[in-house]
């Protein structure tokens, strides 16, 4: 049973920094394309960074520069790491997942996945 649980959100001024993991169980990171997601009231959910099963990865344009999607096979876990946060970064955060071939390439579009977390809340003041 493919599982997928976000921890590391919280609340942080404008500037600052958070990192935010995504446990997977039921299947092997590595061989899955994942994703961060995120939502703000109100809003679509909008993708965030993609990583593919190469390890191929693709900022949305609004994050890049700023965050970075990576995992760690060896604990099956996805990480998101934030910095210089932005009042608009706040919403709650998803992770995403999907199994995918080395062919897949990096997807970052909510129907292209089939596995999701509950989310992770992440506030950023001014």
């Known amino acids: 049973q493919v599982q997928l649980a976000e921890t590391g959100g919280g609340s942080v001024q404008t500037g600052g920094s958070l990192r935010l993991s995504c446990a997977a169980s039921?299947?092997?990171?590595?061989?899955?394309?994942m994703a961060w997601f995120r939502q703000a009231p109100g809003k679509e959910r909008e993708g965030v960074a993609g990583i593919n099963a190469l390890g191929v990865t693709r900022n949305a344009d609004s994050v890049k520069g700023r965050f970075t999607i990576s995992r760690a096979n060896a604990e099956n876990t996805l990480y998101l790491r934030m910095n210089n946060l932005k009042p608009e970064d706040t919403g709650t955060y998803y992770c995403?997942?999907?199994?995918?071939?080395?062919?897949?390439?990096?997807?970052?579009?909510?129907?292209?996945?089939?596995?999701w977390g509950q989310g992770t809340q992440v506030t950023v003041s001014s």
């Open positions: 995403a997942a999907r199994p995918s071939s080395y062919l897949d390439s990096v997807f970052l579009s909510t129907r292209d996945f089939d596995y």
């Open positions: 039921g299947f092997t990171v590595s061989m899955y394309s």
